[in-house]
C-alpha cells in the first residue's frame, strides 16, 4: 500500500542524547510503504514520558538507537490500513500503547506487559523499524531505504504521521468523539495505565487496603487516582515536592510523607508506620527506581504484604533482602510493568474514567506546541509540569 504526498512528515527525531542538544525537530520526512500488519496515523497528540529521555538521553546502550523518532503515548486517527489489520479501520479515533507478541506464555495467559518479546519488540531498533527517511524521495530513486528508526513501543508518536504496529492500537471509536478529547487522553497508554493498573490490576487493591506511593510524577500521582478509585482505606503519597504532595491529597491521597533529606530515608518508612499504627503499608510502589527508596519501600511494607517495583532502576543497581525476615515476614517483591494490563481492555475502561471525573488527568496535563518540546522537557523536569503533551 503506497503512501501518498499529504502523508508527508514532521517529526522530532533524536540524533543524540536529549541533553547535548541531539532532538531536532524535522519536516519532509517520507515514510516508507505500509506491512500487513500496520496502520498510518494521523497524530494529535503525544505524552512525553521519562522512557522517551531515557532511552534517547545516553550515548550508547541497551535500547539506545539514532536517528530515531521516540514517543509511545500517543494519539489519532487512522487514515490507512494494512491488508490484514482488523483493529481499526480507516477515520476511526485512536489511543496507542505497547506492542506483544501476543503468543508467548505470558501473552496468553493475559499478561502482554510481561511479553517474554517485550524489550525486543518496544525497545530494540529493528531494521523493519525503519520508517522515515530524512528528505524528499527523488523521481528514480525507486529501491531506496528509509534512515529514521520508528515504531518505538510499535508507534513513535512525536510525529504527526507515523506508522503503528496493530498491537499498539487502541480503538476508542464510540468513546472519544473530540479532537480535544484525544489531546487529554494520549497519556493513557503508558504513564497513567502504568500507575493506576499497578494498583487496580496488578495488587488488586481492595478497600481494606493500605497504599503508599513512593514518588510523585505521572506514574506515582495515577497510583494515587488508582487507589481512590479502588476505595483504599488510606493512601499515603511519598514525595520531596510540596506542589506535588498538595497535587496528591487533591486526587485521592489521605496521607502524605515529604522526604525531607535523602540521608534519612528511615524517617520516610517511620512516618508511614506511624500513620498505619505501627503495620506499614500491604500495597507499597515505587515510581522512582532509587535503589535506597527501594529499600525502604520494602521496611515500610506490612507482613505478608506487596512490594511493586514499577520505576526503572539503573542497570547495575542491586536490592539486598534480607532473607530470614522477609520469609518470615511473607512479603513479596514484584515488578510492573505498564501496570500489567491489557491496554485493549484498560485504556477504554480509563476513559470511561476520565469522561465521569474518576480520573481526573487534567490536574496533571499540560499542552504544549510540538515546536516548543524544550519547553515541555524543561517544565517537566522541573516539576512545573506533571505530564507535558505535544500537540501535532
Known amino acids: 500500500m503506497e503512501l501518498t504526498q499529504s502523508t508527508t512528515a514532521r517529526a522530532l527525531v533524536s540524533y543524540g542524547p536529549y541533553n547535548k542538544g541531539g532532538w531536532r525537530l524535522k519536516d519532509n520526512l517520507t515514510l516508507r510503504p505500509l506491512r500487513d500488519n500496520e496502520l498510518l496515523v494521523e497524530v494529535v497528540a503525544s505524552g512525553i514520558c521519562q522512557t522517551d529521555l531515557h532511552f534517547a538521553g545516553m550515548d550508547d546502550g541497551f535500547g539506545v538507537h539514532y536517528p530515531r523518532v521516540m514517543g509511545h503515548e500517543g494519539s489519532g486517527y487512522v487514515r490507512q490500513v ?3 489489520v482488523t483493529a481499526a479501520k480507516v477515520n476511526d479515533p485512536i489511543l496507542m500503547s505497547f506492542s ?21 519488540i518496544n525497545f530494540v531498533a529493528a531494521p523493519e523499524n525503519l520508517v522515515f527517511k530524512d528528505g524528499e524521495k527523488g523521481p528514480t530513486d525507486t529501491d531506496y531505504q528509509p534512515d529514521i528508526f520508528g515504531q ?33 487522553m494520549a497519556p493513557l497508554g503508558c504513564g497513567i495505565q502504568t500507575g493506576a493498573g499497578a494498583v487496580i490490576n ?13 514518588g510523585l510524577g505521572g506514574v506515582g500521582l495515577s497510583a494515587v487516582m ?35 533529606s535523602a540521608k534519612d530515608l528511615r524517617a520516610v518508612t517511620e512516618a508511614v508506620r506511624e500513620v498505619t499504627a505501627g503495620l506499614g503499608a500491604n500495597i507499597t510502589l515505587d515510581t522512582t527506581g532509587v535503589p ?10 506490612a507482613f505478608k504484604g506487596t512490594i511493586l517495583q514499577l520505576g526503572t532502576a539503573p542497570a547495575i543497581s542491586t536490592l539486598e533482602i534480607p532473607i530470614h525476615e522477609f520469609m518470615v515476614s511473607g512479603k513479596r ?29 487534567q490536574k496533571m496535563v499540560g499542552f504544549y506546541q510540538a515546536s516548543d518540546f524544550d519547553d515541555a522537557i524543561q517544565d517537566m523536569h522541573s516539576g512545573k509540569t506533571v505530564k507535558p503533551v505535544i500537540l501535532w
Not at 505470558?106 to 502482554?112: A, D, F, M, Q, S
Not at 496488578?202 to 513512593?214: G, K, L, S, T
Open 152 to 184: 518505538f513501543f510499535g508507534q513513535s508518536s512525536f510525529a504527526n504521521w507515523s506508522i503503528v504496529r496493530e498491537e499498539s492500537i487502541v480503538n476508542v471509536k464510540g468513546l472519544v468523539e473530540k479532537k480535544e478529547d484525544l489531546h487529554l
Open 82 to 84: 494494512g491488508q490484514k
Open 333 to 361: 517483591f514484584q515488578g510492573v510493568v505498564e501496570g500489567d494490563v491489557n491496554s485493549q481492555e484498560f485504556v477504554p475502561t480509563m476513559v470511561e474514567w476520565v469522561k465521569s471525573g474518576l480520573l481526573p488527568v
Open 202 to 214: 496488578a495488587a488488586q487493591a481492595h478497600p481494606e487496603d493500605r497504599v503508599a506511593v513512593i
Open 292 to 301: 535506597a527508596l527501594i529499600a525502604e519501600a520494602v521496611r515500610m511494607t
Open 100 to 120: 506483544s507478541c501476543k503468543s508467548c506464555e505470558c501473552c496468553r495467559k493475559g499478561h502482554p506487559a510481561h511479553c517474554h518479546d517485550f524489550d525486543p
Open 226 to 260: 488508582g487507589a481512590r478509585i479502588a476505595g483504599c482505606t488510606q493512601v499515603i503519597a511519598i514525595a520531596r515536592n510540596e506542589v506535588r504532595l498538595k497535587l496528591a491529597l487533591e486526587l485521592g491521597a489521605t496521607h502524605v510523607v515529604r522526604i525531607d
